[in-house]
């Protein structure tokens, strides 16, 4: 199975500051890397798919970027809505895996 | 607008067995492969199977393997997760999701598989 390591657990941090998470998979997977936002009692929301291609109806202050092993989902300038659990997935190949979640709290 | 929408969990006893079914509209059903995917209480997020369009191909987690059914009817835009000798490592919410991208979910079921 493909491992997905993801940082940091936990973060926290400001309005307005600009934020990383990081992915890194256990072996390639391309592209195959999408990125979820989690709220408490809600489905994961699809913020990017195939690590850099923004779903539809998500602000442009998230993107993502890399291919091979390591990705990164950025936030520009965190809001107040984005606190939330973020997760990486690889669907390069099954089973597919994901990150174990980065909680981001404002500070 | 797309929806899924799960049904049919709850409390049951380990060793029993357990049918999802996850409605869908507001897209073409039979033109997308599904999966399911589950989180146990205050873990993360699990892949359990992945179906074709047609229902001809299907893949499990090994946890699940031997257990667990995914199928669809697509005259009915239905899709279904049958678990059979469940566990008490199954209790989590599953949710269905569009596969190809696993860009939509729906709100989950929990199921609870305990005496």
């Known amino acids: 199975d493909i491992q997905m390591t993801q940082s940091p657990s936990f973060l926290s941090a400001s309005v307005g500051d600009r934020v990383t998470i990081n992915c890194k998979a256990s072996?390639?997977?391309?592209?195959?890397l999408n990125w979820y936002q989690q709220k408490l009692g809600e489905a994961p929301k699809l913020l990017i798919y195939n690590a850099n291609s923004l779903q539809t109806g998500i602000p442009s202050r998230f993107s993502g970027s890399g291919s091979g092993t390591d990705f990164t989902l950025t936030i520009s300038s965190l809001q107040p809505e984005d606190v939330a659990t973020y997760f990486c997935?690889?669907?390069?190949?099954?089973?597919?895996?994901f990150g174990a979640g980065t909680k981001l709290e404002l500070k | 607008e797309v929806q899924l929408v799960e049904s049919g969990g709850g409390l049951v006893q380990p060793g029993r067995s357990m049918k999802l079914s996850c409605a869908a509209s507001?897209?073409?059903?039979?033109?997308?492969?599904m999966a399911w995917v589950r989180q146990a209480p205050t873990k993360g997020l699990e892949w359990v199977a992945t179906?074709?369009?047609?229902?001809?191909?299907?893949y499990y987690r090994d946890s699940v393997k031997g257990r667990f059914t995914i199928s669809r009817d697509n005259a009915k835009s239905t899709l279904y997760l049958q678990m059979n000798s469940l566990r008490s490592e199954d209790t989590a919410t599953y949710y269905c999701?569009?596969?190809?991208?696993?860009?939509?979910w729906g709100q989950g079921v929990m199921v609870t598989v305990s005496s």
């Open positions: 179906i074709s369009t047609s229902g001809g191909s299907t």
């Open positions: 507001g897209f073409t059903f039979s033109s997308f492969p």
């Open positions: 997935l690889q669907h390069n190949s099954w089973p597919y895996t």
């Open positions: 999701t569009r596969e190809g991208r696993l860009d939509y």
């Open positions: 072996q390639n997977i391309n592209r195959y």
